[in-house]
T-cell receptor, first 114, second 114 residues
Framework: KAGVTQTPRYLIKTRGQQVTLSCSPI?????VSWYQQTPGQGLQFLFE???????NKGNFPGRFSGRQFSNSRSEMNVSTLELGDSALYLC?????????????FGPGTRLLVL | GNSVTQMEGPVTLSEEAFLTINCTYT??????LFWYVQYPGEGLQLLLK?????DKGSNKGFEATYRKETTSFHLEKGSVQVSDSAVYFC?????????????FGQGTTLQVKP
């Protein structure tokens, strides 16, 4: 079975731009969660989607948003990029809801904001 | 609240040495516990898990036992290899009502020298 895939793997943007990251979960998985990883803050939860509905949201500004499609694929969007948004963005999928099933992670998208 | 504390790194060992990375947690209810590993430039890989007290998770020579009485989930390996050099994350997962969480420790860097 193919694992979680994320595209693109690397991205360079400038301040003020927006960016969209994509995540395809493991086949059959209905839950997708997103995390931001930085050297200073570690791994921080962004949001969880299940059956096209946002179930949880972490403590991030409204510039961070996401959605999930009927095939469980998910996208996250960051608008008006800031230098501090430079990070590795990780997507994870699971069969069921976050906290009830094991999360499997993708390789991540490394975003650099200049 | 829920939290995970890992021993500070980096941990530097010689090949074939014994490894212990300490992890303790604070949680309400009965969380599941995980160890994830992150190799340079990659996403997180699930290393092992335990879902209830006294369970032992094991994989690739690594082991960890869910100790509810000491709220610990220490990672051990009898003989490390250079290829085990990576960052190791302890995590807990639980769901309460509509809110699910996967909470990570700060990560412990392991360097194994030949």
């Amino acid at each position: 079975k193919a694992g979680v895939t994320q595209t693109p793997r690397y991205l360079i943007k400038t301040r003020g731009q927006q960016v969209t990251l994509s995540c395809s979960p493991i086949s059959g998985h209905r839950s997708v969660s997103w995390y931001q990883q930085t050297p200073g803050q570690g791994l921080q939860f962004l949001f969880e989607y299940f059956s096209e509905t946002q179930r949880n949201k972490g403590n991030f500004p409204g510039r961070f948003s996401g959605r999930q499609f009927s095939n469980s694929r998910s996208e996250m969007n960051v608008s008006t990029l800031e230098l501090g948004d430079s990070a590795l963005y990780l997507c994870a999928s699971s069969l069921g809801l976050l906290g009830e099933e094991t999360q499997y992670f993708g390789p991540g998208t490394r975003l650099l904001v200049l | 609240g829920n939290s995970v504390t890992q021993m500070e790194g980096p941990v530097t060992l010689s090949e074939e040495a014994f490894l212990t990375i300490n992890c303790t947690y604070t949680a309400t209810g009965y969380p599941s516990l995980f160890w994830y590993v992150q190799y340079p430039g990659e996403g997180l890989q699930l290393l092992l898990k335990a879902t209830k007290a006294d369970d032992k998770g094991s994989n690739k020579g690594f082991e960890a036992t869910y100790r509810k009485e000491t709220t610990s989930f220490h990672l051990e390996k009898g003989s490390v290899q250079v290829s085990d050099s990576a960052v190791y994350f302890c995590a807990l997962s639980r769901r309460s009502g509509n809110t699910g969480k996967l909470i990570f420790g700060q990560g412990t860097t392991l360097q194994v020298k030949p």
